[in-house]
């Protein structure tokens, strides 16, 4: 089923004319995740190195929806470009859905993975919470000056591994447990982008430009 889908896309993205994409983050890890996930898609992939003067937004929104829209219009106006953003972070259950959208800033500006896992695995032990559900999250959402033409949402349930493992990946990738896969996610290697987050936000939107064409 698998290669009859791949086959389609690819039947579709052949009649498609390519589509100039700014890529709204500056975060290499992201980066290098994204560009395989779109690389069969008609899309010209163009990132935030090519506008160094324009500054980051603060990102203030209480959800990623918010985050990824915020970001799209700000750097879409900007830049003149159609822009695709994407908030991501880690729901855990125990931790009434933290770091959530802080994510990225849990802990504090400066603060390395290795010392948010640790302040995790300090508030899972004050609460007694030997194994948790987790999830990935992903928050996609796609902008042409200030319109908003697509959004689409990826998760991955899993839970919160005993202790970190795993050294590929980025973020919070090494406590993070996939039961299908038996390991975590930074252990899983080129398995990730079948089951991760942004790689289901992600495949939406190149089957979404895809069937666009020239009208984007």
Known sequence: M???????LSCIFSL??????LIATTNPGKIREIRPLIAD???????????????????????????????ARYYAQATGELTVA????????ALGGLPGVESARFGGVGTSYPQKFDL???????????????????????ARGDEILFESRGTVEGQIAPEPKGTGGFGYDPIFFYPPYGQTLAEAGDRKAA??????????????????????
């Open 195 to 216: 089951v991760s987050h942004r790689g289901e936000a992600f495949r939406a939107l190149a089957v979404w430009l895809a069937s666009q064409g020239h009208r984007t």
């Open 86 to 93: 994407e908030d991501s972070g880690l729901e855990i259950d």
């Open 2 to 8: 698998k290669d009859e889908v791949a086959r389609l």
């Open 120 to 142: 995790i695995y300090d508030a899972l032990r004050a609460k007694g919470a030997v194994v948790t559900p987790a999830r990935f999250v992903c928050a996609l959402a796609l």
């Open 41 to 71: 898609a008609p899309i010209d992939l163009i990132t935030l190195a090519g506008w160094p003067e324009v500054a980051a937004p603060e990102e203030t929104g209480r959800t990623f929806e918010n985050n990824a829209r915020a970001k």
């Open 16 to 21: 498609v004319s390519t589509i100039r994409l």
